[in-house]
């Protein structure tokens, strides 16, 4: 990855959340959002990872991210 390399592509996440929210953002909203994303999908995986361990599960299935879906929105809902 180079320098001049963006992560993800900002004006993007700004124009879908302005969309939302029909407000403005702040310069680095988006930036926070997009770590909030990322924290989430990593907490999700973790909890669906151990989930499937419990049921015996050589891999993270469908199933037990589904199952730990409502559980993760709960701990990150505002």
């Not at 015996?56 to 991210?65: A, D, L, Y």
Request: charged fraction near 30%.
């Amino acid at each position: 990855m180079t320098a001049t390399q963006k992560l993800y592509p900002r004006a993007t996440v700004k124009r879908i959340v302005k969309a939302h929210a029909n407000r403005s953002l702040s310069k680095n909203a988006d930036i926070l959002i997009f770590l909030d994303y990322m924290l989430f999908m990593q907490e999700l995986m973790r909890e669906a990872s151990i989930r499937s361990h419990k049921a015996g599960e050589k891999s993270i299935s469908p199933n037990s991210v589904r199952k730990v879906t409502e559980k993760t929105l709960r701990k990150f809902k505002g």
